[in-house]
């Protein structure tokens, strides 16, 4: 197969990280496995003693392991409405960061549900959900909703790779161990840039950017409604499934800018992923941001002027210094306000401070997603009395906190580990653009 | 068998829990516990009588039930005392032991006295009862006044001067047997016909063939002590087994029509677009090679 | 064994049969439950029994086995439910004082820990003004059972005669149902459950509950096997009071043990009523309101340790 110019000028710049790896690049990988391996012996002594290890007890039957499980799957979103919806509307300045959106889609919904695993008492019995099934269970839903999504953002992520696998086979030049052009050879399928082989996997991945939307909608509303079915104060909701929703393509833009700003940092891509990038995503960061708080707000005030005597009683631990006050004020500041001022105030509109905006908010989300689970749990309907002292409030254990540093940590390896086997920018795509950038880079090499 | 099987072992928990809290309080002081019998002799209505003694020992300011302790039944005839057998107190601490009337008492017997007794080991005190009856009978009959109104007839005939016949002025109690206990249904005095009238409301229900267990007594009667019969009567309301089923909700085992063909539909579409996809590959991969070879 | 030799009369084999299983077994009870009088503590390979005949004998240790008191019916069976019952319970709220007899009476019934209970006694103050009281708080075995309704696997279902029971053997510890259920009467294993190793040989049934398993969720399960012996749950018969109401809804008798009356009498002349009516789950227990108390409430703190004391320790604050 021929490689344009175009294309061997793009593969040559982004090769390095599939080529060699940097001191810094190893020692990162080691930091990573180390935390990893924290993470595993927490996940031992889970195993070995039970859940006791947990903070979880009776009446705080979930902790923050369904919280980074909201959060992961969360973050997924980032790739499916970048690459969903953006593909759909054929914007062309998608194209620079779509790989990154896409694997952070693909990686944390492998890892979201990991923490329901964690969460899970006897793992032995997981059969049990395919043998003796319930649809009438939100979990089933869960179950297979996240499913069929992890295998379509696969796919979507797949399709986009095929071509770059093509050339990366071809390319001579590309310095790789014989194992990893197999691989890529094997990947490629043969593509032969054929008009045929084009057209079909363009009809594919617009079947999937279809249908990766709604997906992503009901996978996301699905899981709130794990919450929003009990009848439970502050969890009996009906905007829950919305507010879900919006609340996770929020994170997951928040998470992507994070990705676009690192890598653009590491790999020196300024010239792809530029400052007008970061203004885009940052206007739809704003939107998202307004409509996040919009429903924040519609949530509280609804319970509060309505007063009823549960929903007070958790809005009032919410309220409370001596109790989450503190996290729930950080959570709607860092959350909602914060990202709102940078973008909207023309000379914090600038890459550094988008992104520091996003890391705080995202850090606000997960939060907020603690927020939403465990006052609630620590409110039940019936006052918690008779019952050991020690099962009245949640704290999170070691366990809990070193299986969360260590699903973080899987999450990011793998991020880095793929950016070891494929380019972080979309070669193939990229050399389809017409965008100035592209021509700007050639004409200066 | 089976029930028998466990009931054998519900009768050694008991004994055990209990013995062993008397243990404990063995452990304190050696002195002897003091025991106490009562005795009631049961007259049914096929001649059988059932001797029930009641054991119940001392500890500290009450007298509690004892499971596992024999019980020896003793009748007293001519001033001679003759074993008729012995019994095991069960969880409730009571000691049962059925006899045949017939066996053991003459028809023309104006009086019978019966006794049971403990005899006592080294931490138990002995006791025994002794309780006199008279022969009584008891019988059950439902009146249907009309189709709302019922009665049952009960009809007491008692020992005097040796022939069977009407005793007035007695109490009798009218229950209805249900799963863990006998309700009373109401209660009322004999006449001079040795005959009492009691109303039966007509809203139980029976088992599945509007069947109802009645049993009537005579409690605690100075001469004839408990006189008892029982008999079925077809005055419930049936049970209709298909009525217990309950009608199905969300929480029932299998789903909803309606949501399992919504799922089926969805997920149909979203895998079956897919396959389509996965082909679409496979057809890529053959393409290439086509383009190879 | 001197008083073995004492016992053969007339009825020899049966009663060796008798004093055989007796000496293997032991109430699960008293190795929680302090009613075992291990002589001396020091020796403890001997423990002392009371045989049937009510003399003392002394047994080693490993020969006392812990026995269930009853046998539960397989768990395919245990799906089905009594034939023709629709158990009910009914609480009657004026008469409690906090004697926990029924909390004690079900951890020996089921094997649990002394911490680990299936009936909880709470302390409840409706309003600014009204009265505390007592309110002694089963499984309600709902009708329209919020955490079956959730469960995953089929693990916990609703039986044709009320009973809202769990298959430990099924369930895979999820929690679902507990953050459903909005009464929070479950509660989980959340390490290796602390019973014989005799009662853990048992083969599991949802109607006996026995044994317990990690990583699983259980909860007050009326008894059903008692009930199939025609006797009441443990709770019931152990309440010094007779707080307690169990029968079948559909022969309209309830019985608290020397009580019987009428269920729909009971909760006609009492205003019976159904605890949070209003959330729709339909709860098979009733509970009649706290008037013509047989104890002021403060009698029901009377008798804790300090342990228990220290539960209601905040809601006291607000008294």
């Keep these: 197969m021929t490689i344009s110019d175009k294309a061997k000028t793009l593969l040559s710049e982004f090769s390095g990280p599939l080529e060699k790896s940097t001191t810094i690049s190893k020692i990162w990988i080691f930091f990573l496995v180390l935390l990893i391996a924290w993470g595993m012996v927490g996940l031992y002594y889970q195993v070995r003693y039970g859940h006791v290890v947990t903070g979880m007890r009776d009446h705080v039957v979930w902790g923050i392991f369904i919280a980074n499980f909201i959060f992961f799957i969360g973050i997924s979103y980032a790739g499916a409405v970048i690459s969903g919806v953006l593909h759909l509307l054929k914007i062309e300045w998608r194209k620079p960061f779509i790989r990154i959106a896409e694997l952070i889609t693909v990686i944390a919904t492998i890892i979201g549900p990991v923490f329901i695993l964690l969460c899970v008492g006897r793992l032995d019995r997981l059969h049990h959900l395919i043998i003796y099934p319930r649809l009438q269970s939100p979990i089933t839903w869960d179950v297979l909703a996240i499913s069929t999504y992890l295998m379509g953002s696969i796919l979507l992520l797949y399709l986009a790779l095929i071509r770059d696998f093509a050339i990366y086979r071809d390319s001579p030049e590309l310095k790789v161990p014989n194992w990893q052009r197999k691989w890529y050879r094997w990947l490629a399928l043969g593509f032969r840039n054929t008009p045929e082989q084009n057209r079909r996997i363009e009809i594919s991945m617009q079947l999937l950017a279809i249908m990766i939307i709604p997906l992503a909608i009901i996978v996301h509303s699905v899981l709130s409604w794990i919450f929003g079915m009990t009848l439970r104060p502050g969890w009996h909701s009906t905007i829950f499934g919305p507010y879900f929703v919006l609340a996770a393509i929020y994170s997951g833009t928040g998470v992507l800018i994070i990705a676009m700003w690192v890598f653009r940092k590491i790999y020196k891509l300024d010239e792809y992923i530029q400052d007008k990038h970061f203004t885009y995503v940052g206007y739809m960061l704003l939107v998202l941001a307004a409509g996040y708080g919009y429903f924040t707000f519609s949530e509280y005030l609804t319970h509060w002027y309505g007063s009823e005597h549960w929903d007070m009683e958790v809005l009032h631990k919410l309220f409370n210094w001596e109790e989450y006050g503190g996290l729930f004020l950080f959570a709607n500041l860092g959350g909602i306000v914060l990202p709102m001022l940078i973008v909207a105030i023309p000379s914090l509109r600038k890459p550094g401070w988008i992104t520091f905006g996003s890391a705080v908010m995202v850090l606000a989300m997960w939060v907020k997603r603690y927020l939403i689970i465990v006052p609630t749990l620590e409110t039940p309907l019936l006052p918690i009395q008779d019952t050991r002292v020690e099962f009245v409030y949640y704290s999170i254990t070691w366990v809990e906190w070193s299986l969360t540093i260590g699903g973080l940590a899987t999450f990011l390896l793998l991020f880095t580990l793929a950016s070891k086997f494929v380019t972080i920018i979309p070669v193939a795509e990229m050399s389809e653009t017409k965008a100035e950038s592209v021509h700007l880079k050639m004409e200066t090499t | ?293 | 064994m001197e008083n073995r030799k004492q016992t053969e009369s007339r009825d020899q084999s049966a009663r060796r049969d008798f004093i055989k299983i007796g000496l293997g077994t032991l109430a699960a009870a008293s190795c929680g439950g302090g009613l075992c009088s291990c002589k001396g503590k020091q020796e403890k390979d001997t423990i002392e029994l009371l045989s049937p005949e009510g003399e003392v004998i002394e047994v080693p240790a490993h020969h006392v086995k812990h026995v269930h008191k009853t046998v539960g019916v397989s768990r395919e069976e245990a799906r089905k439910g009594i034939p023709g019952r629709k158990f009910v319970m009914v609480i009657d709220l004026g008469r409690c004082k906090n004697a926990r007899n029924c909390i004690t009476a079900c951890q020996k019934m089921h094997h649990l820990p002394e911490d680990k209970e299936w009936i909880s006694v709470l302390l409840m103050k409706d309003s600014e003004e009204a009265s505390p009281y007592w309110f002694p708080k089963t499984c309600f075995h709902c009708d329209n059972p919020p955490c079956v309704k959730v469960c995953p696997v089929d693990a916990t279902f609703k039986r044709s005669d009320g009973l809202v029971l769990i298959d430990t053997e099924r369930c895979i510890g999820c929690k679902f149902c507990m953050a459903a259920c909005p009464y929070s009467t479950r509660v989980f294993n959340w390490d290796e459950p602390e019973q014989p190793e005799e009662i853990q040989a048992l083969d599991y049934s949802p109607e006996t509950s026995v044994p317990s398993k990690i990583g699983t969720v259980e909860k007050c399960d009326f008894c059903p096997d008692m009930a199939r012996m025609g006797k009441l749950p443990d709770c019931v018969t152990a309440c010094p009071n007779g707080v307690f109401y169990f029968g079948d809804e559909n022969e309209d008798v309830v019985t608290n043990g020397s009580e019987t009356v009428r269920f729909s009498e009971l909760i006609r002349d009492k205003s019976g009523y159904r605890y949070m009516e209003d959330l729709g789950t339909e709860p098979r227990v009733y509970y009649l309101p706290p008037r013509d108390r047989l104890f002021p409430w403060e009698r029901g703190l009377d008798d804790l340790s300090d342990d228990i004391k220290d539960r209601f320790k905040d809601v006291l604050e607000d008294i």
């Design chain 2, 1 to 293: 068998m089976r029930s028998k099987f466990i009931y054998r072992y519900i009768v050694l928990l008991g004994c055990l829990v209990l013995s062993l809290t008397f243990l404990k309080s063995q452990d304190e002081g050696v002195e002897m516990m003091r025991s106490r019998l009562s005795l009631t002799v049961i007259q049914k209505d096929d001649n059988k009588i059932d001797l029930q003694a009641d054991f119940r020992v001392r500890k500290e300011r009450s007298y509690e039930r004892m499971a596992g302790v024999p019980v020896i039944f003793l009748i007293s005839r001519d001033s001679i005392n003759e074993e008729i057998g012995e019994a095991l107190t069960n969880e409730d601490g009571a000691a049962i032991l059925e006899i045949e009337a017939a066996d053991w008492i003459a028809v023309d017997t104006q009086t019978i006295t019966f006794i049971a007794t403990y005899e006592g080991n080294d931490s138990i005190s002995p006791s025994d009862r002794d309780a006199t009856v008279m022969r009584a009978n008891l019988a059950l009959e439902g009146l249907e006044l009309d189709s709302a109104q019922k009665q049952v007839q009960l009809t007491l005939i008692g020992t005097e001067d040796g022939t069977m016949k009407p005793v007035a002025s007695a109490e009798v109690n009218l229950y209805l047997k249900r799963l863990f206990s006998n309700y009373k249904v109401g209660s009322a005095e004999t006449d001079d016909d040795g005959i009492a009238l009691v109303d039966f409301p007509s809203d139980f229900s029976g088992d599945r063939d509007g069947n109802l267990d009645l049993i009537a007594m005579v409690e605690d009667h100075d001469l004839f002590s408990t006189v008892r019969t029982a008999r079925k009567l077809e005055w419930g309301q049936k049970i209709e087994e298909g009525e217990q089923e309950l009608p199905p909700g969300l929480w029932s085992t299998d789903a909803p029509m309606w949501m399992l063909i919504t799922f089926i539909v969805l997920m149909g579409t979203v895998w079956g677009h897919y396959i389509v996809i996965v082909l679409n590959l496979f057809k890529i991969k053959k393409e290439g090679k086509i383009l190879t070879s």
